[in-house]
């Protein structure tokens, strides 16, 4: 529609010369918009708090309490079905607060396309709303501008764009309006193109608009981020499969307790009706959403102290279900500021710079640090960026590339101020991609002085001389080219310097008969922590991967220092997955997990990663800070975001935010996650096995056709509140200690594994047994029914309170814990059994509990025979403490032979 133009001429603008184009008329744009829609992408629409609420009532438990309930308004069962919709209601109102949390992937991703643009309409530029831009506009980009759309470019003008958030790429991407790019090459490598939600670092340019709103990159990035997850935490996982066996387990207990009453004979319907009531309340772990809700709000605040936030409540204890860590490489591994690492000059001098990022801390490392001053000298000068020290912390703004040379010159205690005082600028060389070097003629002492920085390969073609100890000799270019290739095969982004004395005049005229000054190697350098935080998830058994939309080479060279891979090792880049992706499913598994370390990878090609590994059977978290990490985030099991650097993109899909951008906070992270899940076990298995008792009390109670043991109001009251205290007290447990020296849970390991099942039959048959002995004795000597239930409730609360506190540890004695280390817990346990007293002497509770005063004879007998439970569980710990060692020495045996 446009013919493109002609901007080889310096001093011309692209933007006086795109005023030439009518671009489209008001009438055609009106049109387009209508045909094409806003420029903006849809907000998804989020669940009310009704919606969420009614949801709750969608389990199995729920079912089964649900036709509790309703039989017994049926029997005339009352107070029954009043405590047990109260039930119903609590779990309701705890699971709707637990995920009424708005997802707003979608509406960051809007703000990011919001905003003005400059096209041009009826011949004229004009500024319009960002979402009235249509496909066939004419947009006109300056420095500083967010794109709003996918842009193909007509013209460009020493144009950079900071794509980033789309590649990962941690330098701004030269344009070239002009260059010949496939459709389907990556996107850090259409530089013809511009796309939405990029900003312009530096230049101006003119193009066509090709696409908006959700027919962007970004659009399709959020078409895939705001999509419904397909994958689920991996609590989520095992607390639903543990939810359905539970469920089955019930239903067919209830159908054998039938079979048994009707086997034994004696039993009405009501009776029987009655009983299977009172053995569905029993074994329904009631306390089980407010003790998990508890756990998981104190794993949050326990988390919040080692700047991780918790942005979905479930997600606390993911990190520490996760078996393979998706690293983002820029912002996470790295600072995502370019950093001068090392420095050569052709007389064979080699200085290595530390330090990271803006700040000018570190030193330079070499003999004859002076001859380095006029390298420094040429970068600083040939330089459109800024370096300032505002707010306690060193500022930049430019061209990082640029900003480098500045943090150099600092380290080197070089002057910014004075020395671009001192050598007045006569003339700029503005940096161009077709160039590929800048350069800056100014005053040196009244004298014109031409400094030039560009690629080694452009430069060579301009450089005559080459500086020595000497002065300026012949070029040896094969010296200078080795030099180049040892930096480059080490991942590093080499730039080389020239000058030359000139006169005062065009500066562009001046290129030839240069001196060569040295080359510079820059990286965007590894966080000092990074290295020891990935060690310390291997030790955990968890798996790392570094992805980066960065050059394969410099990928290689930061993995290698992360200890990631060897410099000899392959990477996986975006056009090798593509090719395993056409050979099919077997192609990709064998690529994928041949390789830790992944470069030139597109968005799509990051969640075909991490679907990869989750068809292997990992729980896979995803780290990254960009939009191009969004969709890869939203795929695995949990997303993590970098929360300084972080887009609201990225943040909004994840599930954590890391706050101050390490990726050894992840480390403590998976820490504290590991003991929320150990806490989680730990409920889990004093509920079951309280259950359990109960089951095989009333199981007891049929086969010697004795009438119910407990009613269903009291075996309501025993769940949720004389053990219910202490069920969420045992979430507030510490940390055990050892934590990370445990490979993670497999991912098919359910949450009532063996261990569990073990603790259950144990402590579950040592309970009903005692309790049915106490409740046949009583019948037997002639107690009336109500008096042998009261003994027998009030046993039931002793056995909460003794297996409350063994619970602490599955393997470690109580005597050796420390008693008010779980502060909580302590005060739970007396108070759980002053509650239960204080309600044998409350007059109307009394009486709907059916429960009345001991003596402190009956009391003591009780406790001694609850002090039964503690003997046996100590044994137990004892005999898995021992097997352990046991087998560890067998194995160490084994491998000594």
């Known amino acids: 529609m446009n013919e493109p133009l002609d901007i080889a001429a310096k001093a011309q603008s692209p933007l006086q010369v795109s005023a030439q184009s009518a671009g489209l008329s008001s009438h055609e744009a009106r049109a387009r918009l209508a045909e094409y829609g806003r ?59 637990q995920e009424y949390s708005a997802q707003r992937s979608a509406v960051a991703l809007r703000v990011m396309v919001k905003g003005e643009a400059r096209v041009i ?16 506009d004419l947009i006109l980009l300056s420095s500083g501008d967010r794109i709003p759309a996918d842009v193909r470019l007509q013209a460009s003008f020493s144009l950079a764009v900071d794509e980033s958030l789309l590649t990962g790429e941690s330098t701004a991407v030269t344009k070239n309006a002009h260059a010949d790019v496939e459709d389907n090459a990556p996107l850090s490598e259409r530089v013809n193109r511009c796309f939405a939600g990029t900003i312009v670092t530096h230049g101006r340019g003119r193009g066509t608009v090709t696409a908006t709103g959700l027919g962007t990159e970004l659009g399709s990035i959020a078409n895939r981020v705001t999509a419904e997850r397909i994958s689920e935490p991996p609590l989520m996982i095992r607390i639903r499969q543990f939810t359905y066996q539970v469920a089955g387990a019930i239903a ?56 991780v936030i918790i942005r979905k409540l479930v997600a606390v204890e993911s990190l520490g279900s996760c078996t393979f860590v998706c690293s983002d490489k820029t912002g996470t591994l790295t600072v995502n500021e370019l950093t001068i690492r090392e420095a050569v000059l052709p007389n064979g001098s080699v200085y290595k710079i530390t330090g990271e990022g803006v700040a000018p801390g570190g030193k330079v490392l070499g003999d004859r640090i002076d001859l380095l001053r006029t390298l420094c000298i040429t970068g600083m ?3 459109e960026s800024h370096l300032d020290y505002s707010g306690g912390e060193w500022v930049s703004d430019g061209d990082i590339v640029d900003v480098a040379f500045l943090v150099l010159a600092k380290k080197l205690g070089l ?59 012949p070029i040896d270019s094969q010296l200078i080219e080795r030099q180049f290739e040892s930096l480059a095969q080490r991942g590093y982004r080499v730039l080389a310097l020239a000058h030359r004395p000139a006169t005062n ?105 991490v679907e990869t590994l989750m068809r292997a059977g990992h729980f896979v978290a995803v780290t990254g800070d960009g939009v191009n990490d969004a969709p890869a985030m939203r795929r695995a099991n949990t997303g993590v975001a970098m929360g ?143 008096d042998a239930r009261n003994l027998t409730l009030l046993l039931m609360v002793l056995f909460g309170n003794i297996h409350a506190l063994s619970s602490r540890s599955e393997t470690r004695s109580i005597f050796s814990m420390p008693f008010f280390s779980n502060l909580f817990l302590a005060a739970a346990v007396p108070f759980a059994q002053f509650v239960h007293i204080a309600a044998m002497y409350t007059p109307g509770l009394n009486d709907v509990l059916q429960i009345k005063p001991v003596t402190i004879s009956q009391w003591l007998t009780l406790a001694g025979v609850a002090l039964m439970l503690l003997v046996v569980e100590e044994i137990h710990k004892w005999w898995l403490r021992h097997r352990h060692g046991w087998a560890e020495s067998s194995r160490q045996a084994h491998s000594t032979i």
């Open 252 to 307: 067919v207990a209830i159908a054998l307790l039938v079979a048994v009453m009707l086997w034994r004979g004696g039993y009405g319907a009501e009776s029987m009706a009655m009983m299977a009531i009172g053995l569905a309340v029993s074994t329904i772990p009631e306390g089980l959403p407010a003790a998990l809700t508890v756990a998981l709000a104190i794993g949050m605040r326990r988390m919040a102290a080692y700047n």
């Open 415 to 473: 002057s910014l101020t004075e020395h671009r005082n001192g050598y007045r600028q006569l003339d700029l060389i503005p940096y161009e991609s077709e160039r590929a070097f800048g350069g800056s003629l100014n005053l040196d002492q009244e004298q014109p002085h031409l400094y030039v920085k560009g690629s080694p390969e452009k430069l060579l073609t301009m450089c005559k001389w080459m500086e020595c100890d000497s002065g300026p000799e």
């Open 505 to 609: 005049g065009d500066a562009m005229s001046q290129l030839g008969e240069m001196i060569f000054i040295g080359m510079v190697g820059m990286i965007d350098p590894v966080r000092p922590e990074a290295k020891n935080a990935i060690s310390r998830c291997r030790h955990g058994g968890i798996d790392v991967s570094m992805i980066t939309g960065d050059h394969p080479a410099t990928a290689r060279a930061i993995a290698a220092e992360l200890g990631l891979c060897g410099l000899d090792d392959r990477v996986v880049t975006g056009p090798m997955i593509r090719d395993a992706t056409a050979q099919g499913t077997n192609a990709m598994d064998e690529l994928i997990h041949s390789s830790r370390v992944f470069a030139r990878i597109e968005p799509r090609q990051k969640e075909q990663i």
């Open 39 to 97: 420029n903006c992408l849809p907000e998804p629409e989020l669940p009310g708090p009704v919606g969420i609420f009614l949801r709750q009532f969608l389990s199995p438990f729920i079912y089964i309490l649900l036709i509790a309930a309703v039989v017994s308004l049926g029997l005339g069962q009352l107070p029954n079905a009043i405590f047990i919709f109260a039930v119903l209601l609590l779990n309701a109102v705890i699971g709707t607060v």
């Open 381 to 383: 000068l040939a330089n």
């Open 644 to 786: 300084k650097r972080g887009t609201d993109v990225a943040k909004e899909t994840a599930d954590l935010i890391i706050t101050d951008d390490n990726f050894a906070s992840i480390v403590s992270g998976i820490d504290q996650g590991r003991i929320v899940y150990n806490n989680i076990r730990k409920v889990i298995a004093l509920l079951i096995a309280t259950g359990f008792s109960a089951l095989l009390l009333f199981f007891c109670t049929a086969f010697a056709g004795l009438p119910m043991p407990l009613t269903a109001v009291q075996l309501l009251w025993l769940n949720l509140v004389a053990n219910g205290l202490q069920d969420v007290a045992l979430a507030f447990e510490p940390k055990e200690g050892g934590e990370l020296d445990q490979p993670p849970r497999s991912p098919t390991q359910p949450i009532f594994d063996a261990r569990i099942i073990q603790h259950v039959l144990i402590t579950g048959t040592v309970m009903g047994l005692l309790a049915f002995a106490v409740f046949a004795y009583q019948i037997r000597v002639g107690s009336s029914i109500e």
């Open 121 to 136: 309409r009826d011949g004229s530029p004009t500024r319009i709303d960002a979402e009235e831009v249509v496909p066939g």
